[in-house]
């Protein structure tokens, strides 16, 4: 009989868990889940263990649970299973990402009611994520109340910014009432400065700019482990081209879809959260293989993904350079989370526009992975390391978790 721990990630069409087996005082991953497809006619669920071997599949075939309400009814099936695979071993903490926390939670709590009430109240700000993580609390609050569940903020790693970085030129009462910059992809940042800090590498005191780049992207400026600015604000929408996010555009957009196109404020939504970024640009995929494979193959869309790639790295080099501003020049450069850590092309393209800025960096190292690609005579140093958001929620359960 071994103690282990549960670590939850809700996204708002899918839902990623790891679990974590304590052997030799050291806890290791023993099962990785994906429950992808929530809300569409393809709901499927894939646990391997940590040889990437299968240990379950399924698919549903009942129409009633191609519906996004089906979500909690997908979630029970998906906890029965890793219920009955625990056999003698014990959960004694469980870490769910919780993208917002609001003004009030800038470190991990621990889950209770009143807790759970005021993740709750800030739905508004973040209609597609907050009621995932929600639904997963629920559902684990009423199997198991006994087990010590604790909400990790994308938000906290943020709550160091300096005022004006947290402000919109808004009315003053908007940012009283909450309409403030908070910034996301705490969690990823926060792996990153500690394994910088671990490699005893002169970026963990010095100032550099991280790159999230995965389905929600993102970038920061940290200087001495701390965040100074960030591109996404009041919500995951804001700052850079996503898979399916507009990104930053012109507040009056949306007052001309709602006024001249009449349109609701649920279609809007859909639009610049779900029909935008890549997805909407390209018409092709939100996916940035798909976008490159396209390219690279002269489809019959190559010059829309082609404006779809053009855009994204338009955008994400001048945040780069607007967070270089900020920190009045930077040490570093690293890149992260899916496309960041596997697409050489990108990070090529990325640092050849970083030129003027002092970037050199060895092309073949960038191919095979490594990751420190600058050259020793580049003056920002330039690297790819691989997040771990789930280790992160991991270290802060086992300081709440019931032993
Ligand atoms: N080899 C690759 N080349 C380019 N992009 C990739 C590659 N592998 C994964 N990606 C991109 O990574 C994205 C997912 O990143 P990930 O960090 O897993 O996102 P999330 O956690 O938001 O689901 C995919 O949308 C895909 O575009
Ligand atoms: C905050 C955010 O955008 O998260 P994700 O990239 O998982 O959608
Ligand atoms: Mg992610």
Request: aromatic residues 8%; charged residues 25%; proline residues 4%.
């Amino acid at each position: 009989m071994a103690d282990s721990i549960l670590i939850i990630n809700a996204g708002s069409s899918s839902l990623k868990f790891s679990l974590y087996r304590e052997t030799a005082n050291e806890f290791i991953t023993s099962a990785n889940g994906l429950l992808e497809g929530i809300g569409t006619k393809k709901p499927h669920l894939i646990i391997k263990n940590n040889k990437k071997e299968v240990l379950f599949e399924k698919n549903w075939t009942d129409p009633e649970l191609f519906k996004a309400s089906a979500r909690d009814a997908l979630f029970d099936e998906t906890i029965e299973w890793l219920f009955g695979h625990l056999g003698d071993d014990k959960i004694v903490g469980i870490g769910h990402r919780v993208v917002h926390g609001g003004s009030e939670y800038s470190a991990p709590a621990l889950v209770n009611e009143k807790v759970y009430e005021d993740l709750k109240a800030l739905t508004p700000f973040v209609p597609l994520h907050q009621p995932a993580s929600l639904s997963a609390m629920r559902v684990m609050l009423d199997k198991s109340p006994d087990i010590a569940q604790v909400a990790c903020f994308d938000t906290a790693f943020h709550s160091t910014m300096p005022d004006y970085a947290k402000r919109f030129a808004l009315p003053r009462k908007y940012f009283d009432k909450g309409v403030r910059r908070y910034g996301f992809h705490g969690l990823s940042y926060q792996y990153i400065v500690q394994h910088l800090q671990e490699e005893k590498s002169p970026l963990a005191t010095g100032k550099l700019v991280v790159a999230h780049l995965g389905n929600g992207a993102s970038v920061t400026a940290i200087e001495n482990g701390k965040c100074v600015d960030t591109s996404m604000s009041f919500t995951p929408l804001d700052g850079l081209v996503m898979g399916t996010r507009t990104g930053h555009i012109d507040a009056a957009i949306i007052l001309y879809m709602l006024q001249e196109e009449k349109l609701s404020p649920d279609e809007i939504e859909n639009v610049i959260w779900k029909k935008s970024g890549l997805l909407g640009i390209s018409d092709i995929s939100s996916d940035m293989r798909d976008i490159m494979s396209e390219i690279n193959t002269n489809g019959a869309k190559r010059e829309n993904a082609k404006q779809a790639l053009d855009l994204f790295i338009y955008r994400l080099v001048g945040e780069i350079g607007r967070l270089s501003a900020s920190l009045q020049g930077i040490d570093g450069l690293v890149f992260t989370a899916g496309i960041g850590e596997h697409s050489p092309e990108l990070r090529s393209e990325v640092c050849k526009a970083l030129e003027w800025l002092g970037v050199r960096f060895n092309e073949e190292a960038n191919k095979a992975g490594k990751q420190l690609f600058s050259t020793p005579e580049s003056k920002i140093l330039v690297q790819t390391i691989p997040t771990n958001e789930e280790l992160i929620m991991l270290q802060e359960v086992l300081k709440f978790a019931k032993k």
